[in-house]
């Protein structure tokens, strides 16, 4: 009891203090940030060259040409604002571990250790669903995707007329990203059902009796969040049904400790209890016994 009380004197303290330290905490972040959109802007062609691979995929499988891939800027500083959105969101990228980090510290004076401990794994797990969705949209979907689009392109044969696909840097830029940050989003979906879990917000036979609704959910999110074509939006659905799945059974792993947690807590107190107990019957005075008549 008493270790409780300790903790929660730790975790209280005056308000300028909180913001004294909510102040230094967002310095940190926006500083991390801020390096680390400078560091992506003065390598912002290498970046968007990289990016542009998955579509040199796309195009060696459209067996188009010589594989070369054109892109084009229709605005003087279409490309440089393009660079910019991109150092943006590199940034992002690289400082969410810090910002993460600051977080977490600014929080977790006000948690339980218990809960502290509970904390930082989610906070690790995080950042690395993120980087398994956005390599599932690298790797695979935005290859797909570019293939889907070049397919609909007409050569010009047969006195037809020719139309060419020939993409803004702007517009390209803004698929992949709105395809890493939908394929990003929806991974940390275990991480999210996890922790409502942990704290009682959720059970898992309430996502199993929503199983018809989620499916239904998934259809219409990957709708809004892709591009309007069938491959991106089943490519999307999918993984977060089987997201929903597996928070179904992080969800039940999650009730399973909990119950051995409660279990063990009770027979603890129990045998604290008894030991009291015991001890308070050791300690007692002796009854003397009254003198017979």
């Known amino acids: 009891m008493s270790t409780d009380n300790d903790e929660i004197d730790k975790s209280s303290a005056p308000l300028l203090d909180h913001l004294i330290e909510l102040r230094s905490r967002l310095m940190w972040a926006l500083g991390g940030f801020f390096v680390a959109f400078l560091v992506c802007f003065f390598f912002a062609k290498s970046l968007f060259n990289l990016l542009v691979i998955p579509f040199k995929w796309a195009v060696g499988w459209a067996g188009i040409g010589d594989g070369r891939v054109e ?34 510290k600014f929080v977790a004076p006000g948690l339980y250790k218990n809960e502290r401990g509970a904390f930082l794994p989610f906070l690790i ?57 939908s394929f990003g989003l929806v991974f940390q979906l275990p991480v999210v059902t996890t922790l409502m879990a942990r704290v009682g917000l959720l059970s898992s ?22 591009p309007p074509d069938p491959v991106s939006q089943i490519g999307l659905a999918v993984p977060t049904i089987l997201l929903y799945e597996i928070s179904i059974w992080t969800a039940r792993w ?39 008549a």
Do not use: H, N
């Open 71 to 104: 892109l084009i800027y229709t605005a003087p500083q279409e490309f440089f604002f393009t660079q910019i959105k991109l150092a943006m969101f590199g940034g992002m990228v690289i400082a969410f571990p810090l910002i993460a980090a600051q977080v977490y």
């Open 254 to 292: 999650v009730e399973r400790q909990r119950e051995q947690e409660r279990v063990a807590k009770e027979k603890k107190e129990a045998a604290e209890a008894a030991a009291e107990k015991a001890s308070a019957k050791a300690d007692a005075p002796p009854v003397e016994e009254a003198p017979k």
């Open 125 to 181: 797990a995080s950042p690395i669903l993120f980087l398994i969705g956005a390599a599932l949209v690298y790797f695979f979907f935005t290859p797909m995707v570019m293939w889907f689009f070049l397919a609909m392109q007409q050569t010009g044969e047969d006195g037809q007329v020719q139309i060419s696909l020939l993409p803004k840097v702007s517009e390209y830029l803004s698929l992949i990203m709105t395809l890493i940050f």
């Open 205 to 226: 036979q309430a996502l199993v009796d929503k199983r018809k609704w989620a499916i239904v959910i998934a259809f219409v999110v990957a709708a809004v969040l892709t």
